[in-house]
């Protein structure tokens, strides 16, 4: 057994969390609560093996020590380390009870008993130390504003409630101050000539039509779907995703095991702040995602009649006067965020239910893959990764119920980046800016990060 174990028995909770129906009762709801959940587990792990081994510094103060007596082996260190992991897991998952004592009978097989309960210790130190983060604040509402540049419920979805308005206020786990620590500029003006741009991109990469693109229109539409696991059914969100990439990472696999505990905690810590930076910044702004922008965009259209998305009047649909290049279309539909194994067959690809700036894809992503590759001490630029997504795997269905073929691509980790955040383009999902602006984010908390682990 190793940290591998618990990092396995991890991602298969927070996919778990999503399938089968679950998803509307998930125990971690979104990308967020995902993050978090990642991260405690990670950290209870990295902290019991700290403490009885000593070769990792734990993140956590006042712990209580290792029993005397039980030595301060790698194996006793990772027996502490599995009850960490396992104990935390049952209650950030109790829906799981079933699925998490089967795990348990496998994870614990000559595993001492001492150290097991030590680890339990620590995870309890670790929760107990969390419970009142503000994460239990209300997930859901529909307090939406009219005005043009808000972000509303998507069109295929108008029931949509907006999730996680209130995770920005989310105690951080390395950072103290987003704001200052994780700043983020405000996303262009709407009649500005970088909103234009961003608009013409995405009305015409991410539209809803794969079967009538050429081959370069089909690539992007790969690499939308690739980067995907928009919490669909199997696959789970998108931090499962960035795990399962840092995974197959040949320096990683080189790693001692104190070595793979450390860089998996970071990483996974990386993204829960990262999703608290990014949803405060989503909230402080409030923009709207590209399939209510470019239907409304033209005079008449909307809860504001008389305005374009500009808040200037010009001339209607149809005309021929464009300002800047651009023209709205009410019947847009983007192709969306993959509705991937669905329950029910057929059903919609749609949009996420939360604000469009910053991506949190480009959040998650960046932070996590800085944060690898600088523990690697190496630059993103120097890592190649061969990776098959949960996507692409040869089992996984459309919305249709049609089964994906398997693919299996070859990136660097910069390729990873900066696929991963234009991805959400190509799915019509957000703006180019939010995709800068993730990675802007994203790097910062990752230079946080490194440092708190180095």
């Not at 509307?24 to 993050?35: D, E, L, R, W």
């Amino acid at each position: 057994m190793s940290i591998l174990s618990i990092n396995d028995f991890g991602l298969k909770l927070a996919a778990k969390d999503f399938s089968d129906g679950h998803a509307a009762n998930a125990n971690n709801a979104g990308p967020t609560k995902t993050s978090r959940a990642l991260a405690i587990i990670h950290l209870a792990a990295h902290d019991a093996y700290a403490k009885v081994t000593g070769q990792l510094n734990p993140q956590l103060g006042n712990l209580p020590n290792p029993p005397g007596g039980i030595g301060n082996d790698d194996a006793t260190g990772t027996a502490a380390l599995i009850g960490a992991g396992i104990f935390a897991a049952e209650q950030l998952y109790p829906d799981f009870v079933q699925f998490i004592s089967t795990e348990t009978a496998q994870l614990t097989i000559g595993v001492n008993p001492d150290a097991l309960n030590y680890g339990k210790q620590v995870a309890d130190a670790w929760i107990d130390f969390r419970n009142n983060d503000g994460s239990s604040s209300p997930d859901l509402d529909r307090n939406y504003r009219q005005e043009p540049g808000h972000h509303r419920p998507d069109p295929l979805n108008p029931a949509q409630q907006t999730l996680g308005r209130t995770w920005g206020q989310v105690k951080p786990f390395v950072l103290t101050d987003v704001v200052n620590e994780a700043p983020l500029a405000p996303p262009p003006a709407l009649n500005s000539n970088e909103y234009a741009l961003a608009f013409d991109q995405v009305a015409e990469f991410g539209k809803n039509d794969i079967t009538g693109r050429d081959a370069d229109f089909r690539r992007k539409a790969v690499i939308g779907i690739f980067w995907g696991y928009d919490g669909s059914n199997l696959l789970g969100t998108p931090p499962r995703l960035y795990n399962q990439v840092v995974l197959e990472i040949p320096e990683f696999k080189a790693l001692p095991h104190a070595g793979k505990i450390k860089l998996l905690t970071a990483i996974n810590v990386a993204m829960a702040d990262a999703g608290i930076a990014a949803w405060h910044w989503k909230y402080a702004y409030d923009f709207w995602r590209p399939v209510v922008g470019i239907r409304e965009a033209e005079a008449g259209w909307g809860p504001s009649p008389g305005q374009d998305s500009d808040g200037n009047s010009f001339p209607a649909l149809g005309d021929g006067n464009i300002l800047r290049g651009r023209k709205g279309d009410p019947f847009w539909l983007p192709l969306g965020a993959p509705n991937s194994n669905p329950v029910n067959k057929p059903a919609n690809n749609g949009t996420p239910n939360f604000p469009a700036y910053p991506s949190g894809h480009a959040t998650f992503g960046s932070a996590c893959f800085e944060v690898a590759a600088t523990l690697l001490d190496k630059t993103p630029e120097q890592i190649t990764v061969n990776f098959v997504s949960d996507e692409f795997n040869g089992m996984t269905t459309d919305n249709t119920g049609a089964t994906r073929p398997r693919y299996a691509a070859t990136f660097t980790l910069r390729q990873a980046i900066e696929e991963n955040k234009i991805s959400r383009i190509y799915l019509g999902v957000h703006w180019i800016f939010d995709a800068t602006g993730g990675e802007i984010v994203g790097k910062a908390i990752a230079n946080k990060v490194v440092a708190a682990f180095q």
